[in-house]
């Protein structure tokens, strides 16, 4: 479990870091009047790498500087009944989907924390290609019928022609995904890369089949969000909590020695496997830099849940019903404006 830090000493924490950074940062710290709380929820327990960084905005002070006091929670997958009740309730902000806009939940994304998707589609020694998933166990771990791997299983057999109907989809517990591939109890899962890299390492022949950025590269993959009443009701809160993330997305490109060790604590994994999984997510853009979100890219992810089945066109709701686009860009100011990192803008 992570050490939790007092208030009163992250407050000095945060002047120290300004003092010693000069007047550009001391700027961007708030007077704080009171720390108002929050319940930030992240959608694996124990997390992936790709989802450390509310770990790091509050281990590193960054949430208390911006008045925030961020309690963590984790789920057993974003789309588990207790992240939707989360969500729906607002109890907690977490990753939201227009799936669920489209079925009745009064929710809203108001920032993209991972646009892209991080894990690749991995399989066992023999499977060669999509086709030969055919009559396999393929994971729906998270959350079973309509969770995440479900739904990226069904990508990848579409990919070959195929349908559900043409394998079989075992729901287990997140955590199980590579140990169930490592113990061919599952022939198929997507895996993010900290576990595609511990998994070869436990039997080598696993292996991608496909990246599913480059399966789905329009897909939007992980966007915070929540009750759409709470939002309208602390939206100052959530600008500056969204803010503080962006603060921590940015440093994760730019401070592999702050960032490794609350990897590293957070995940449970080995340095080894933390630094390579971040190598990789940073190659590929995973992590937003700004807002995180776009229209044509959510717009391209209802269209294609709608055409999977997952919303009926009827009730097929549009990117503003989705997405407060407005309020992450308002986090993107408070962190300091738009930038580019390498490659990377979104």
Not at 250 to 260: G, M, N, P, Q, T
Request: glycine share 10%; proline share 5%; hydrophobic share 45%.
């Amino acid at each position: 479990m992570m050490q939790t830090t007092s208030w009163r000493g992250v407050a000095l924490l945060t002047l120290a870091s300004c003092l010693l950074a000069g007047p550009a940062t001391a700027q961007t710290a708030q007077p704080c009047a009171t720390m108002r709380k929050i319940n930030i929820g992240v959608s694996v327990s124990p997390p992936n790498v790709v989802h450390t960084s509310p770990y790091i905005a509050k281990e590193l002070g960054i949430f208390a500087k911006h008045c925030v006091d961020a309690n963590i929670i984790q789920f057993d997958g974003g789309g588990s009944p207790a992240a939707k009740a989360a969500a729906s309730q607002g109890s907690a902000l977490v990753s939201v989907s227009d799936i669920a806009v489209g079925n009745g939940v009064k929710v809203k994304q108001i920032w993209g924390l991972a646009p892209r998707m991080p894990q690749a589609y991995a399989v066992g020694p023999d499977i060669k290609t999509a086709a030969d998933l055919k009559g396999k166990r393929l994971s729906a771990s998270g959350g079973g019928v309509g969770s995440f791997n479900w739904a990226m299983g069904r990508e990848v057999l579409k990919s070959a022609g195929l349908t559900p109907e043409d394998a079989v989809f075992l729901s287990a517990a997140t955590a199980a995904r590579m140990p169930g591939l490592v113990a061919n109890q599952i022939d198929a899962v997507a895996l993010h890369p900290e576990d595609l890299y511990l998994g070869q390492q436990a039997k080598p022949g696993i292996h991608a089949l496909v990246q599913l950025a480059d399966l789905l590269p329009n897909y939007m993959f992980n966007a915070y969000g929540g009750s759409t009443e709470w939002i309208a009701r602390e939206r100052p809160l959530m600008v500056d909590a969204m803010a503080a993330l962006i603060e921590a997305n940015r440093l994760i490109y730019r401070d592999e020695a702050k960032v490794i060790p609350i990897m590293v604590t957070a995940t449970g994994k080995p340095k080894e496997a933390v630094e390579f999984a971040r190598k990789a997510l940073i190659a590929g853009c995973i992590w937003s830099v700004n807002e995180g979100m776009t229209p044509e890219r959510t717009q391209w992810t209802i269209d294609n849940n709608v055409e999977s089945g997952y919303v009926e066109a009827a009730r097929k709701p549009t990117v503003e019903q989705v997405s407060d686009m407005k309020l992450a860009g308002e986090a993107v100011e408070k962190a300091g404006g738009r930038v580019t990192i390498g490659n990377c803008k979104d």
